[in-house]
C-alpha cells in the first residue's frame, strides 16, 4: 500500500440491500462504499465540503475508472483504502483499492475531481492551501495510472429507460448523486447480461449536472460482444450529462 499520512482505510460488511439476485454486491453499491471512504478522508484531513464550504468551492467527480477482481458477496467483510493521489493541473486525483481480509484483491479505481464553485457553478482553481497538500502525496509510482483518453461516444441505441430526479436523488452539492449515474447507466443492459455476467470494468466521465425534476434518459449500445456504451441524457435540451464504456465477463 501508498507510503502516506492520507491513506484512509476502513472496514465494511456487505448488507443484504446491497446485493443482487447473484448474493454479490452490485457495483453501483460498491461505488457508494468508495464514495463514502473518500468523504471521511476528506473530513480526517480537512479538505470536505464544509471544510471548503467558506470558501464557496466544493469536489465534484469529473472521471472514474474501476477494475474489478471479483465482487463480494453477502455478509463478506472486505477492506477500502483510499487516498488522494496528487493533482494533474487543475484536476485532484484519487485512488481506491479494495480487498478481503485476507487481502485478496476485489477492484481498484482511478479517480480524476475538481472544485467547482458552489455560486456560479462553474470549476473553480485549487486555492493554494489545497496545492499545499501536494507535498504530502504519495510517489507517483506507488500510484495507480493516471487516465487518459477520451470515451467514444455512443451511436445507435439498443436500449434505454427514463428517469426523473426526486429529491432523494440528490447529494449535499444538490446535484444528482454520481453513483445514481452508474446504477442508471447500468438499468437499461440486457437482462441476461446483467444475471449471467460480471462487470469488469467501468469508465465514466460526469459531463454535467442533473438537478431536481429533471427528466433524463439513460441509453445503451453494445459495441462489441460483451461491451457496451452508455450516456446519460436530457431530451430537454439535448445535454450529455455522462458517458461510460463497461466491459462484462
Known sequence: MVDSDLLYTHTYQVRAYEIDAQQRM?????????????????????????DLAPYHISWVLTRQQIEVQRLPNLNEHIRIHTYPAGFLKAFALRDFWVETLDGEPLAHSASTW????????????????????????????QC???????????GAVGHQESYTVHWHDLDFNRHLNNTLYIQWMLDPVPETVLAERQMRFLDIEY??????????????????????RHRILRPADGKVLANAFTRWG
Do not use: C, H
Not at 456560479?120 to 509510482?141: G, H, T, Y
Not at 459531463?207 to 457496451?228: F, K, N
Open 144 to 154: 495507480l495510472p493516471r487516465i487518459s483518453g477520451q470515451l467514444d461516444k455512443l
Open 207 to 228: 459531463r454535467a449536472e442533473g438537478q431536481l425534476a429533471d427528466v433524463l434518459q439513460s441509453e445503451v449500445e453494445e459495441a462489441a460482444i460483451g461491451t457496451y
Open 26 to 50: 452490485t457495483l453501483p453499491a460498491l461505488s457508494r462504499l468508495m464514495q463514502e471512504a473518500a468523504l471521511q478522508n476528506v473530513i480526517e484531513i480537512g479538505m470536505s465540503y464544509w
Open 114 to 141: 475538481l472544485l467547482m464553485d458552489t455560486r456560479s457553478r462553474k470549476m473553480a482553481n485549487p486555492p493554494d492551501f489545497v496545492l499545499a497538500f501536494n507535498r504530502r502525496m504519495p510517489p507517483k509510482e
